[in-house]
């Protein structure tokens, strides 16, 4: 039995921040969950994957953001109780249905869970999504730690049934992969079916419904304020005269340096939980009080700004600041120690931090940069490609694991901007300049958003290459399963769509179908794509290693050595390969046997034939 399963009201358990709102969310009864994975949200997915395995639980990992939440609207507006999860760039790919969704509203509680990633550990920007609360008119709330996540992802559906409106849950990475212990509640019950009850001039949403909706939604989001207004969520903690302002895992940096700095006597911290709407009248009564307030918030002031508003409105002559105060920025996530440096500054109390500890006499680490993992077939699929197009060439990307052919050696991606832009860019490029273009794209990718800039590729006459890596999952995120995957090993029962069907369904005419550890093979075929009048698309298909070994279905191979007779040390299999499993000890290239897969990539380059199988 999944552990989440279970039934022990009032038993602790130590769990992820994810496992913390999954958790919650099972004590809310949910029957229905669907997501796009994406770091760091991954984890809040990857629980209802298995727990829908053994038990009623409806699952899917959708096609892409927009798809899943539209799934869920479905089954929300029929009245089953719905979560979608999601990173916060995914919920760029979703707006287009989040805006209207939130006129039509729903019967069964929806919760959009959306991970937002300061200081970008897995992400290609950092923006600020309670934003779309605003733009929306969604409420939100902003749980600080794993027991919050529980019991707050919970109540988010009775919030949202109440006010028959999708309720958006923001996190951020600290707080989806913090460990904390949490106190379980009672399991409710899971109504898995229902009936929906047309009503077409409320859910249609053609422009004289959607007049009469807007309204609703105003209504709506008035009743949100109250609710917030009334929420535990939202209060005010201490006497002091100065005030702090603080949400999601900045309001425990900023609990810890009350604490640190001895201030407990003389600061009242105003927590948002539940932060929009603001409720309006605490956070009037909170600026009466204090003499100076200072906003604790990671990357935009956005309750700063609205703060001020409130306080001018009100003609309350408080200073109120937050971006600026002694490092406290729009960029990256705030630390405990940055937060308690603010703190002091800004009420200009005295306070030495602990001396850094002395490491000088420590040599420095090595770099570890991020690099394909040992043996990843895409390194072979770019070695056969750059062997033929060359550096000239323009190299559009995507968003996997395979961007990281950014980086040198391998140096083979030139423009990213999100999910499926390397084939719509691609487009741009090819038209703009007289360069050639090569397009890369991973398999899980192009289900997502790639199969649209293929479409607009093939009718618009364009013509480059577009190289589909194709390695069997969706490996950036942890090996979820995608409309391409044979399911199978997984048990899961899933139909599988062909990439080479769907391609040349799509009216691709010059399709190459290769496997990139045939090295030979591969550069023939990207060789045969180089004068082709229109649009070429190389398929690249083998199995990310991980994930073959995970389900049994890895390459039955040996580890290669350097036969250092044979090497003359022209080193080419490091300064064009680099993979991790190779390494120079004395001047001489040498293989990690236990790192190695015996992908034997780096023998076929080798000019002299000197990289060979270890016998046993």
């Known amino acids: 039995m999944h552990k989440l399963l279970t039934d022990s009201p009032g038993k602790e358990m130590l769990l992820l921040g994810n496992e913390a709102i999954a958790r919650g969310a099972l004590e809310a009864g949910v029957a229905f969950a669907t997501c796009y994975p994406g770091t760091p949200s991954s984890e809040i997915p990857e629980q209802f994957f298995r727990i829908s395995q053994e038990t009623d639980l409806y699952f899917e990992y959708s096609t892409n953001e927009k798809v899943a939440l539209e799934v869920a609207a479905g089954a929300a507006v029929s009245g089953l109780r719905t979560i979608v999860t999601m990173k916060h760039v995914g919920l760029n790919v979703a707006a287009d249905p989040l805006m209207t969704l939130a006129y039509t509203g729903v019967k069964g509680g929806l919760v959009i869970i959306n991970a937002d990633d300061p200081s970008l550990f897995s992400s290609q920007n950092e923006q600020d999504n309670r934003y779309y609360a605003r733009l929306s008119g969604l409420p939100m709330l ?5 027991q919050e996540m529980k ?48 009503n077409p001039f409320h859910f249609v949403c053609v422009p004289a419904v959607s007049r009469n909706l807007h309204k609703v939604l105003l209504e709506r989001g008035a009743k949100a304020a109250k609710a917030s207004e009334d929420s535990d969520y939202n209060r005010v903690e201490g006497e002091g005269p100065w005030g702090i302002v603080a949400n999601g895992v900045s309001y425990d940096y900023v609990k810890d340096a009350v604490a640190d700095l001895g201030l407990s006597d003389r600061v009242r911290i105003l927590k948002l939980g539940f932060s929009h709407p603001l ?34 409105e009100a003609r309350i002559d408080v200073p109120i600041q937050g971006k600026g105060v002694a490092g406290l920025s729009r960029l990256y996530e705030y630390d405990p120690a940055l937060v308690r440096k603010a703190i002091s500054s800004y009420f200009d109390v005295p306070y030495q931090g602990p001396e850094p500890v002395d490491t000088s006499h420590v040599p420095e680490l090595p770099g570890r940069p991020p690099n394909l993992c040992a043996g990843c077939p895409h390194r072979a699929t770019y070695y056969a490609v750059k062997e033929v197009y060359g550096q000239e060439t323009i190299y559009p990307t995507d968003i996997g694991c395979y961007t990281l052919g950014l980086l040198p050696p391998i140096s083979m991606a030139d423009f990213v901007i999100c999910m499926g832009s390397s084939v719509s860019s691609g487009c741009g490029f090819s038209r703009a300049t007289d360069q050639k273009v090569v397009s890369f794209i991973g398999d899980s990718t192009f289900f997502h958003s790639g199969i649209t800039g293929l479409v607009n590729a093939v009718h618009n006459n364009h013509k ?7 390695n069997g999952t969706t490996a950036m995120t942890g090996h979820q399963p995608h409309p391409g995957v044979d399911t199978a090993p997984m048990g899961v029962d899933r139909t599988r769509i062909s990439l080479e069907n769907l391609v040349r369904g799509l009216g691709v005419k010059d399709v190459h179908v290769v496997k990139p550890f045939k090295l030979k093979k591969t550069i023939e075929a990207v060789r045969a794509t180089q004068e082709y009048d229109g649009i070429s698309v190389i398929i690249s298909q083998e199995f990310c290693p991980l994930f073959a070994k ?11 050595r350097i036969n250092e007779a044979k090497c003359k040390d022209h080193r080419v299999c490091i300064q064009k390969l680099a993979c991790p499993a190779m390494f120079v000890e004395g001047e001489r290239v040498k293989i990690d046997r236990n790192l190695c897969i015996g992908c034997s990539v780096c023998a076929q380059i080798c000019p002299e034939n000197a990289i060979v199988p270890v016998k046993d």
């Open 151 to 198: 019991d707050m992802t919970a109540r988010a559906f009775v919030l949202s049934e109440s006010l028959e409106l999708p309720v958006i849950i923001r996190t951020t990475t600290r707080l989806a992969h913090i460990r904390g212990a949490v106190t379980l509640g009672d399991l409710a019950p899971r109504k898995t079916r229902t009936h929906f009850q047309k």
């Open 550 to 560: 995970a389900t049994g279905q890895a390459r039955k191979t040996k580890p290669f």
């Open 279 to 312: 409720p309006r009248e605490l956070c009037l009564g909170f600026l009466k009080e204090v003499e100076k307030v200072l906003v604790v918030e990671e990357l935009e002031p956005v309750n700063e700004t609205e703060l001020r508003a409130m306080a001018q």
């Open 464 to 470: 480059f290459t577009l190289v589909i890596l194709d």
């Open 142 to 146: 902003e749980p600080t730690n794993t």
